[in-house]
């Protein structure tokens, strides 16, 4: 079992910038890590992944403003948003991939003046 603990969401105006945090209990360095958000009434959908030797993939609603990393040493995985949108309003999780899959909790992101 490995938990997944999101951090870094809040309420921002559009045109500004998050940094979100997904730290594992347990080492992400032979995992695909991804992060997915889930608006309200909507189904979750997929927002970003990095590989395990950092190739990364966006969707394109988000592609040049989001950034996807990891650092195998701390066992994290980061999304820097940049630019947001009100339409990037959404509680955002991750998901760690290796034989099964895990997901957090999720932290809530608001954009709105």
């Known amino acids: 079992q490995v938990q997944l603990v999101e951090s870094g969401g809040g309420l921002v105006q559009p045109g500004g910038s998050l940094r979100l945090s997904c730290i594992a209990s347990r080492s992400i360095f032979s995992a695909v890590m991804s992060w997915y958000r889930q608006a309200p009434g909507l189904q979750r959908e997929w927002v970003a992944t990095i590989t395990t030797n950092g190739i990364t993939n966006y969707a394109d609603f988000v592609k040049g403003r989001f950034t996807i990393s990891r650092d195998n040493a701390k066992n994290t995985v980061y999304l820097q948003m940049d630019n947001l949108k009100p339409e990037d309003t959404a509680v955002y999780y991750c998901?760690?991939?290796?034989?099964?899959?895990?997901w957090g909790q999720g932290t809530q992101v608001t954009v709105s003046s």
């Open positions: 998901k760690l991939t290796s034989t099964s899959g895990y």
